[in-house]
């Protein structure tokens, strides 16, 4: 199975359903992957300031792994987020 994620939002939410899938808790997760159930918890709500290693070290104890595609088109343009295509004055 695949899984979209392009924020931190959703990748809260499938960390979450996919602890839920295998019935663990976040205490369980939170062993597993060797870090805080508080970290688990701040990450399923969108809270927690994402560390890379971190999330591939809870992303393999849930036995799931990474793969980054190129899309077609951008999603997002990050000079418009950014403010990069209107010159300030």
């Known amino acids: 199975m695949q ?3 392009r924020t931190t939002q959703e ?3 499938t960390v979450r359903n996919l602890r839920l899938a295998k019935n663990m ?3 369980d997760l939170a062993t597993r992957a060797g870090v ?3 970290w688990i918890s701040d990450l399923e709500s ?3 300031s994402l560390r890379l290693t971190k999330v591939l070290i809870l992303l393999d104890a849930l036995d799931i792994s990474l793969t980054l595609q190129e899309r077609a088109k951008p999603s997002i343009d990050l000079d418009d987020l ?3 295509d209107n010159p300030r004055d």
């Open 11 to 13: 990748l809260a939410t």
């Open 82 to 84: 950014l403010g990069l």
């Open 3 to 5: 899984y979209q994620v």
């Open 46 to 48: 969108g809270r927690s």
């Open 36 to 38: 805080s159930r508080k």
């Open 25 to 27: 808790t976040q205490a």
